[in-house]
């Protein structure tokens, strides 16, 4: 088990950039894939990105490719979602999510184990 807190969400101006942190708990970070999914009330949580436990590989959804960016520092056990050229239809709450250990770099949001509290993004046009 490993405990996820995100921060860095607010609100700022299309064409803004933020960086969300997702800081994890224990010492086995570098064993977990980790992801970044969003959520808007009534509606699915939907895929953003994700970075496998090796930090080698990434995967993004076709709606942020080339704007956003997925990382990991395993000394500071952190992951980070860079957001640039922001619109409005990426307000959402950003969640973090880890796999169990080992895990595969997939985008179904069942298959991650672990779940932050979320931060807010509002991207006013």
């Known amino acids: 088990q490993v405990q996820l807190v995100e921060s860095g969400g607010g609100l700022v101006q299309a064409g803004d950039s933020l960086r969300l942190s997702c800081a994890a708990s224990g010492r086995t970070f570098s064993s977990y894939t980790m992801a970044w999914f969003r959520q808007n009330p009534g509606k699915e949580r939907e895929f953003v990105a994700a970075v496998k436990y090796s930090g080698d590989v990434t995967d993004y959804a076709d709606a942020v490719k080339g704007r956003f960016t997925i990382s990991r520092d395993s000394g500071k056990n952190t992951v980070y979602l860079q957001m640039n050229s922001l619109k409005s239809e990426d307000t959402a709450v950003y969640l973090c999510?880890?796999?169990?250990?080992?895990?595969?770099?997939?985008?179904?949001?069942?298959?991650?184990?672990?779940w932050g509290q979320g931060t807010q993004v509002t991207v006013s046009s």
């Open positions: 999510a880890a796999t169990a250990p080992w895990g595969p770099l997939v985008r179904s949001w069942y298959i991650y184990k672990n």
